[in-house]
């Protein structure tokens, strides 16, 4: 059961213009939820997270919504450029005391593509 | 943040034979864990390793196939064991120190080992 849902699972965008990715997830004792940007051949690398008791944070050019009752939350990349270009990763962890509560679920990922 | 490094980066291995990956964190961490992760796949949890005690594994994945140490708080690693070529993926290592201070305790990545089995 893939306990969080991530899409589109490719995106095109201009140089300039906004890239959103959306996650959904089921668990509502999720209380963390981290976005991570890969490179290729690379480890995925902290991008920004938020928890439930905001609604929105933002980072630079990287913003993340949090819809608590939707139980939905989003990546906004704001003049998104070609170096952007990468998968990125929705995850969630919480919602339990010991170790599981630190174990992330991950999205299956998009694969961004900014092009000049 | 943390910085994570694992050893080796790559390898290609005949079937039959094990492969032990090193994760090295250079600052002291409560939770380490392992995944794996196909090429254009996302990241499925292996185990989570603490310090002084037994790993925990998650389904699909037994001790006998991917032992692990994890000796003290900044070290571990996993062992593919008798690998096939099923097993060929990339293997991360990521670790977190508990204590959940939201912006200062996350979980951060090692580069990955990419292996092949032959």
């Known amino acids: 059961q893939q306990q969080v849902k991530q899409s589109p699972q490719s995106l095109i965008v201009q140089k300039g213009g906004i890239s959103i990715i959306n996650c959904a997830y089921e668990?509502?004792?999720?209380?963390?939820f981290p976005w991570y940007q890969q490179f290729p051949g690379k480890g995925p690398a902290l991008l920004i997270a938020?928890?439930?008791?905001?609604s929105e944070k933002k980072e630079g050019r990287f913003t993340i919504s949090f819809n608590k009752s939707a139980k939905q939350f989003s990546l906004h990349i704001m003049e998104s450029q070609p170096g952007d270009s990468a998968t990125y990763f929705c995850?969630?962890?919480?919602?339990?005391?010991?170790?599981?509560?630190?174990?992330?679920?991950f999205g299956k990922g998009t694969k961004l593509s900014v092009i000049p | 943040s943390a910085v994570i490094s694992q050893k080796p980066s790559r390898d290609i291995c005949q079937r039959g034979t094990s492969l032990t990956i090193q994760c090295q964190v250079d600052?002291?961490?409560?939770?380490m864990f392992w995944y794996r992760q196909q090429p254009g796949q996302s990241l499925t949890l292996i185990a989570t390793a603490n310090q002084g005690s037994e790993a925990t594994y998650e389904s699909g994945f037994v001790i006998d196939k991917f032992p692990i140490s994890r000796p003290n708080l900044t070290f571990s690693t996993l062992t593919v064991s008798n690998m096939s070529p099923e097993d060929s993926s990339i293997y991360l290592c990521?670790?977190?120190?508990?204590?959940?201070?939201?912006?200062?305790?996350?979980?951060?990545f090692g580069p990955g080992t990419r292996l092949t089995v032959l």
């Open positions: 995850a969630a962890s919480g919602g339990s005391s010991g170790a599981g509560s630190y174990q992330l679920t």
């Open positions: 600052s002291q961490v409560t939770m």
């Open positions: 938020i928890r439930p008791d905001v």
């Open positions: 990521s670790a977190e120190r508990a204590g959940r201070g939201f912006g200062t305790d996350t979980q951060y």
């Open positions: 668990n509502t004792a999720f209380d963390y």
